[in-house]
């Protein structure tokens, strides 16, 4: 109940019609406990019956628990709701219902017992077109559904059903006038190359999933799945050299001990990469353990010049957005590999700037040198210079003040902004000091920039960046 409470209120408020046979308030004991040291803490109750569904059965509706098979349908209703006489026979009700004071006017009693009470009606409010119908329990409910649907909701609720007419049988063809018939073959056509032109966006589409699966897959896999999409992944951003040890291993004899997942050897230094996909955050293990593959390396290649990487797939089972992305590693593990020449990513980092280069053509060197940087990956490309942040939004002018911290920045130039959404790029073609135009900002001063994303992407605090080109 309390996990479609929210959806189900928003469906009401906008219009959206229930259906409900009741029953009486069941109350269970529950509560939220947290497990410490070895015992359960309880922490909350929670106050949830089979009515917490919407928020205004929950708050406002009493029932009592009552039985009886004589009901009673008004006289006022019997014209709208015929076709509901029929079920009720053998029909048992096993609640009577209620509303608080101040929420009755709203409800419409359809169905009684002998004594009076409300075991059916409608609910409804004037400033919200959603509708509550509440039923007993009727023994054929699908019946009585689809008589609701066909005969009682479209005038009830009539935006839910903008096609019903009374007397539809007029648009049938053999009543039609010829222009409509011609309009309709018109019609006919156009739904035909629209559905051709749909079947071939889709298969556009599905080429483009199928090429680019990858990307999905590094956010979303583990264990052996991750590490070949993390390989394609380095592949499509311009590594030559990757090689995925485990598939090594499988094609010689003998046994051996455990290695890193993938190794980078395009250029020096060679590149131990340890890849993991992990339900919550990462452990210090998670993090240092490339760091026991890169001594042995340098052991068996007789060379120094080796260096590694782990890349975690952190709170997969969660959509990337949803997840605690600023607080991955801790500020030991950054350490811990600053210390140890470690880089440490997070393969959601590697979706968004891989998306990126795609989307904004980037030179793939702009991401392949990040991965030779040691200790925390930088989420800015070597094709960005850092000006300063967001510090407002004007939604009406759509217009951001940006504070100068570093560098200068020119009307005219390409700006890149680094949000939690990914990269996004545009031309600062106006420039505003003091609110008065200007051809440059420099260090110290805020400037406002004309801009055309919305303050859902563009939010305070966000990077802006100048885009420099590959000879700059």
């Known amino acids: 109940m309390s996990w479609v409470k929210d959806s189900f209120d928003r469906i009401l408020n906008n219009g959206g019609a229930f259906v409900i046979f009741a029953q009486p308030h069941l109350y269970q004991n529950i509560c939220l406990a947290r497990k410490q040291f070895d015992q359960f803490k309880i922490e909350k109750n929670i106050e949830f019956k089979n009515w917490s569904f919407l928020s205004i059965l929950s708050n406002h509706l ?15 209703r019997l014209k709208e709701f015929y076709f509901i006489k029929e079920a009720l026979k053998n029909t048992q009700f096993t609640a009577t219902i209620k509303f608080d004071y101040g929420y009755e006017k709203y409800f419409i009693a359809i169905l009684k017992n002998k004594y009076g009470d409300n075991i059916g009606g409608i609910f409804f409010q004037e400033e919200s077109k959603g509708r509550i119908v509440i039923l007993p329990q009727i023994t054929k409910k699908s019946e009585v559904v689809v008589s609701l649907i066909n005969e009682f909701l479209p005038t009830l609720s009539p935006h839910l059903f903008p096609d019903f007419k009374m007397f539809k049988w007029v648009e049938n063809n053999e009543y039609e006038l010829d222009t409509i018939l011609n309009y309709k073959t018109e019609k006919m056509k156009v739904n035909q190359r629209a559905k051709k032109e749909l079947e071939e966006i889709d298969k556009k589409i599905l080429k483009e999933r199928e090429r680019f699966g990858f990307l999905h897959e590094i956010i979303t896999k583990s264990g052996d799945e991750l590490v070949v999409s993390v390989k394609k992944c380095l592949e499509f951003i311009g590594f030559k050299k990757v090689i995925n040890i485990d598939e090594k291993i499988d ?22 990469l340890e890849i993991k996909g992990l339900s919550g955050r990462p452990r210090e293990s998670d993090t240092m353990q490339v760091y026991k593959y890169i ?178």
């Open 62 to 76: 009493e029932t009592k628990e009552d039985y009886g098979f004589e009901i009673f349908l008004q006289d006022q």
């Open 295 to 472: 001594s042995r390396r340098i052991k068996e290649l007789d060379r120094t010049d080796v260096r590694g990487i782990s890349i975690i797939n952190h709170q997969r089972n969660i959509p990337p957005l949803e997840r605690d992305n600023r607080n991955v590693f801790t500020k030991q593990q950054i350490d811990d590999a600053n210390s140890n020449d470690i880089t440490l990513l997070t393969t959601w980092d590697l979706f968004l700037l891989t998306r990126g280069m795609i989307k904004w053509k980037w030179n793939p060197k702009v991401l392949k040198d990040l991965l030779y940087r040691k200790g925390i990956f930088s989420k800015i490309p070597t094709n960005y210079k850092p000006v300063g942040k967001v510090v407002k939004y004007w939604k009406k002018l759509n217009v951001i003040e940006v504070k100068i911290d570093d560098n200068k920045i020119q009307k005219g130039q390409l700006v890149g902004y680094v949000t939690a959404k990914g990269y996004f790029e545009e031309y600062a073609l106006s420039l505003q000091v003091e609110n008065k135009n200007v051809i440059d900002a420099i260090p110290g001063q805020i400037v406002g920039i004309k801009t055309e994303y919305s303050n859902d992407i563009i939010v305070k605090d966000t990077l802006v960046c100048i885009v420099m080109n590959e000879n700059e």
């Open 251 to 272: 094609n010689q004899e003998g046994s051996t001990s455990k290695q890193e997942d993938l190794q980078i050897l395009d250029k020096s230094p060679i590149l131990l």
